[in-house]
T-cell receptor, first 115, second 110 residues
Framework: NAGVTQTPKFQVLKTGQSMTLQCAQD?????MSWYRQDPGMGLRLIHY???????DQGEVPNGYNVSRSTTEDFPLRLLSAAPSQTSVYFC??????????????FGSGTQLSVL | DAKTTQPNSMESNEEEPVHLPCNHS???????IHWYRQLPSQGPEYVIH???SNVNNRMASLAIAEDRKSSTLILHRATLRDAAVYYC???????????FGTGTRLTVIP
């Protein structure tokens, strides 16, 4: 029972480089989202999706792109990394509706450093 | 989104009960009260949620004030594994997005 899987676990980038953080879930969840967590802070919502082909912005979307071509995958793209994007990134998923739809399942995170 | 207020940190002795408070004076009638916790170097995990009535599950109990302006997460016997940051979050009915505060860091003393 894999749940929510994030790769890579650690990544170091140079300013201006691009990369994609991968997130996959095997629970057939419609809703998926990305959060970032800076030291000593709570998580902040970057982007979210309520189903394949549908994405929307969260609290802090600037500098990040997402797409949702399948139910299982929700990659997060940094087109031109900046030091301000140094953070720990968490992916989460849940049912989009129905009983307990607000119960989110989180991945174990990707620690990203931008030099 | 309605805000919650939690103490920054709390301590508990191992095997004793822990009561983690949360104030949410601007809660609306359609807001559920959710609790998540985040163990060191891990993603948050769901603990419990409720609307009006007190709730129990295998992890914890949730006591909700009659006016719903505050709630308390109860861990009946704290273990070292319960050391984590606990987040109290209000979630509108049917919503999926969570808006985290800074939570309460619980330290369990052996």
């Amino acid at each position: 029972n894999a749940g929510v899987t994030q790769t890579p676990k650690f990544q170091v980038l140079k300013t201006g480089q691009s990369m994609t953080l991968q997130c996959a879930q095997d629970m057939n969840h419609e809703y998926m989202s990305w959060y970032r967590q800076d030291p000593g802070m709570g998580l902040r919502l970057i982007h979210y999706s309520v189903g394949a082909g549908i994405t929307d912005q969260g609290e802090v979307p600037n500098g990040y792109n997402v797409s949702r071509s399948t139910t299982e995958d929700f990659p997060l793209r940094l087109l031109s990394a900046a030091p301000s994007q140094t953070s720990v990134y968490f992916c989460a998923s849940s049912q989009a509706s129905g009983r307990d739809n607000e119960k989110l399942f989180f991945g174990s995170g990707t620690q990203l450093s931008v030099l | 989104d309605a805000k919650t207020t939690q103490p920054n940190s709390m301590e508990s002795n191992e095997e004793e009960p822990v009561h983690l408070p949360c104030n949410h004076s601007t809660i609306s009638g359609t807001d559920y009260i959710h609790w998540y916790r985040q163990l060191p170097s891990q993603g948050p995990e769901y603990v419990i949620h409720g609307l009006t009535s007190n709730v129990n599950n295998r992890m914890a109990s949730l006591a909700i004030a009659e006016d719903r302006k505050s709630s308390t997460l109860i861990l009946h016997r704290a273990t070292l594994r319960d050391a984590a940051v606990y987040y109290c979050i209000l979630v509108q009915t049917g919503a999926n997005n969570l808006f985290f505060g800074t939570g309460t860091r619980l330290t369990v003393i052996p």
